[in-house]
């Protein structure tokens, strides 16, 4: 019984720490975000997007430094989500999603 109060405790302190640095590497991408004018206008231009909030914005500019740089199909690629079909002729094979990045 002791050793799970103690166990429990221990964390609990964990979490407590893990919780102040999340919020202090936030805080530090917040900033950078802030300073950087290009990076500043694609997360607003991101978080105008229904459903996109600034995680998302964040992960996006952070995972495809891309945007705004390719065209619609080139970026469906990239993040491995553009349609493809196999066909040739009257052979109609399937079709799936691929692309993106390793």
Known sequence: ?????ETQKSIKRLLAAL???LESLDGDLDGRIRKSP???VREVL????PGVGPT?????????PELGTLDRRQIASLAGIAPFTRQSGKWRGRSFIGGGRG
Do not use: G
């Not at 019984?1 to 109060?5: C, G, L, N, P, R």
């Not at 991101?46 to 997007?49: E, G, I, K, N, Q």
């Not at 914005?57 to 495809?64: F, K």
């Open 1 to 5: 019984m002791a050793q799970a109060k």
């Open 19 to 21: 919780r102040r640095e």
């Open 38 to 40: 290009v990076w500043r």
């Open 46 to 49: 991101l978080t105008s997007v």
């Open 56 to 64: 998302t914005a964040r992960t996006l500019i952070a995972e495809m």
